[in-house]
């Protein structure tokens, strides 16, 4: 279609006040087609606010020192503007950079940032600010705020970066009694832990590491004296893994593993170097060393880390930083040499860097498309930001640190990720989970089997998440690549929350599951039932063809009153290249990708969804613009005969996949 008068400056210009950003026509991925349609029916355009800068730009190889000076560059800068935004810690602004400040870990973060860049910096004053004071005011109004959790655990860490003994740590020489008494009751761990049950209070065990680390870094500090509880929350803590665990369930017995089980491993490792606690730290090795060959095999080629679960976005970013500059500090469990490692750091800050907001000094994460988990509020946007300050500078000084010491003044922008293809049991047993890991040239995705925050959240389905082209609308219900079936007594199933049987090829090329409970819409995670309904699922690999055949029987007949499934898609234009089969080509700036669903024993309805500014258009990096959708109605399954259906996804880079490459079989 060709563009009205006029046409180029409107969608340049909308783009722009979308994306936050100049204008940039590499950027402007969205269907001139569409764009205009939403213009004119007033419902907003779709460009693509991609962070990641465009990969011919990019430099082959990093200096050490210039991305030292860049990272500590832009901390001087930010930090300076946003502690000069600050008018008063009592009462605390609402908002700062017109970014709110009110959700939980909010000043914490702040907090930890602080201390953080001054550790990082060697500096005590910032402009006109000193550090400590700052640190300590902070703490105080955590306090009258009744902070627990991340905000203590914050708190304590910022304490130390100020040195570990209190009688010559400036911000505790900074306080009167009454402040420091205050302080002590701000870091009380027994606020969210309960010692006698050895519990946290009505929360995920993850915050059983973070508990561990709260008493242990207070006990190195002095400000507790209590030895017993320090050793009963460390080793409570470890419970996962001194069994012989290498992954935590977040939330047992449902099996929700996801990037928490990294955290998880690094929080008690920490603890227990804090607690000085050898056996804590003999037993959570094996882990680590696993998790982080996990991880090596997750990232991305722009650094992003866990591609499923509830963390995502710019919290993923952020993992790959802190993670880095673990394995900096920790060189036994680093799955590849620090220079590979360092391109990971590099590519997660470049992305981090152009995510964030030069006029606005905040981070994008609430820009046109981008979707976030419901406990990231407005409330906790500027929260957001800082943490990438603090966590941004702890990494960094670990990570120049090794660097300097290891002697690396350079290494490659670009990660080296060898070709992977395994699957990982994160358990085994009645209810197995695990991940399939792929990692073939232009092809790879990761393919988690375990269970969500809710049943049938598609950012935990058994789906190849971070597929290329492909990205789930973040914390949605939605059949993302794994279909729902509506009964006729009106529950809604779904094959996920695990499986019963999961049985992996020996070499890693395909992966066949089954369920016979499935999980049920609306209820809790977890929770299955058994429909008589039988699903096995077999996943096929051939080169960049990706297929996914699924057998459902009965055990008596029945009427499915709905069967639909969707591929919610980054691409901006769809083609359809119809013949003996409908083929739907989705196609981004980068990737082309080829969809059609064959062999089916029923009936389909195709249809294509231009999602707008919908929750089901929010990406965690970027809209998800245009869903294919397949859907049947009345559904009849005859008594224990089966009844097959397949999906095939062919990827290429852009411009590559035309009419004579989907012919093929």
Not at 595 to 606: F, G, Q
Request: with cysteine; charged share 25%; net charge neutral.
């Amino acid at each position: 279609m060709d563009s009205p008068p006029g046409f180029e400056e409107i969608e340049s210009a909308v783009a722009a006040a979308l994306c936050r950003r100049t204008p940039n026509r590499s950027d402007l991925m969205m269907s001139k087609t569409f764009l205009f349609t939403f213009i004119l029916f007033l419902t907003g355009s779709l460009p693509v606010c991609n962070a990641q800068p465009a990969r011919s730009t990019a430099p082959v190889t990093i200096e050490t020192s210039s991305l030292n000076k860049e990272v500590t560059d832009f901390l001087d800068r930010e930090m300076a503007a946003h502690l000069n935004d600050i008018k008063s810690y009592d009462p605390a602004p609402d908002k700062v950079f017109a970014a709110g400040t009110t959700g939980e870990y909010t000043w914490g973060s702040f907090m930890n940032a602080v201390g953080a860049y001054a550790a990082l910096t060697g500096k005590r004053t910032l402009g006109t600010h000193d550090l400590a004071r700052e640190v300590g005011q902070i703490g105080l109004l955590e306090y009258r705020l009744k902070g627990t959790r991340f905000s203590q655990l914050y708190g304590v860490l910022a304490l130390r970066f100020f040195g570990r003994d209190l009688n010559t740590n400036p911000v505790w020489q900074g306080l009167n009694e009454e402040q420091r008494k205050q302080w002590r009751q701000f870091l009380d761990v027994s606020a969210f832990y309960d010692p006698k049950t050895q519990q946290v209070i009505n929360l995920p065990e993850n915050y059983l590491g973070v508990a561990a680390r709260i008493a242990s870094v207070s006990y190195q500090l002095g400000l507790t004296k209590d030895r017993a509880l320090v050793d009963g929350v460390t080793t409570r803590a470890a419970r996962p893994f001194t069994n012989g665990g290498i992954y935590s369930d977040d939330a047992p017995p449902t099996g929700r593993f996801d990037r928490y089980s990294n955290e998880y491993a690094r929080f008690v490792w920490e603890a227990a170097e804090a607690a000085e606690r050898k056996d804590i730290l003999d037993a959570v090795r094996p882990s680590l060393k696993e998790q982080m060959r996990l991880w090596w095999d997750l990232v991305l080629p722009d650094g992003y880390g866990y591609a499923w679960g509830r963390s995502m976005g710019v919290v993923s970013y952020m993992d790959t930083l802190e993670i880095v500059g673990f394995l900096a500090t920790h060189p036994e469990f680093r799955p590849a040499p620090l220079e590979q490692l360092a391109s990971a750091y590099y590519q997660a800050w470049r992305w981090l860097r152009n995510d964030y907001n030069d006029k606005s000094h905040v981070l994008s994460v609430f820009a046109f498309g981008r979707g976030n988990y419901a406990y990231i509020t407005r409330e906790r946007e500027w929260q957001q930001t800082v943490n990438f300050f603090g966590k941004g500078a702890l990494a960094h000084a670990r990570f120049m640190e090794a660097l300097n010491r290891e002697k690396i003044s350079a290494f490659p922008a670009e990660i080296t990720r060898p070709d992977v293809a395994r699957f990982v049991f994160f358990r085994k047993g009645e209810r197995p989970a695990g991940v399939w890991l792929v990692r073939q040239g232009p092809m790879y995705f990761t393919l988690p089997i375990t269970t969500g925050t809710k049943p049938g959240v598609a950012d935990y389905l058994p789906a190849p998440q971070g597929l290329p082209g492909f990205a789930n609308p973040v914390e949605q219900v939605y059949p993302s690549l794994v279909p729902f079936l509506e009964l006729a007594d009106g529950r809604v199933i779904v094959a996920t929350d695990g499986a019963d049987e999961i049985e992996p090829a020996a070499d890693g090329k395909s992966l066949r599951a089954v369920w016979r409970r499935w999980a049920l819409v609306g209820s809790k995670a977890g929770q299955l039932v058994d429909p008589h309904i039988t699903s096995e699922v077999v996943w096929r690999l051939d080169g960049t063809t990706l297929t996914r055949d699924e057998t459902l029987k009965s055990a008596e007949t029945i009427v499915v009153r709905r069967w639909w499934v969707a591929a919610p898609s980054t691409a901006d234009k769809n083609e359809v290249l119809a013949g003996r089969q409908r083929w739907d080509i989705l196609r981004t700036s980068d990737w082309s990708v080829g969809v059609v669903a064959v062999k089916t024993d029923w009936p389909l309805e195709i249809s294509l969804l231009a999602t707008g500014d919908t929750p089901l258009g929010r990406g965690a990096r970027g809209p998800v613009p245009l869903h294919l959708i397949y859907e049947s109605r009345d559904l009849r399954l005859t008594a224990n005969r089966d009844a097959h259906w397949r999906l095939i996804m062919r990827v290429a880079p852009a411009g590559q996949l035309d009419r004579t490459q989907i012919a093929r079989p």
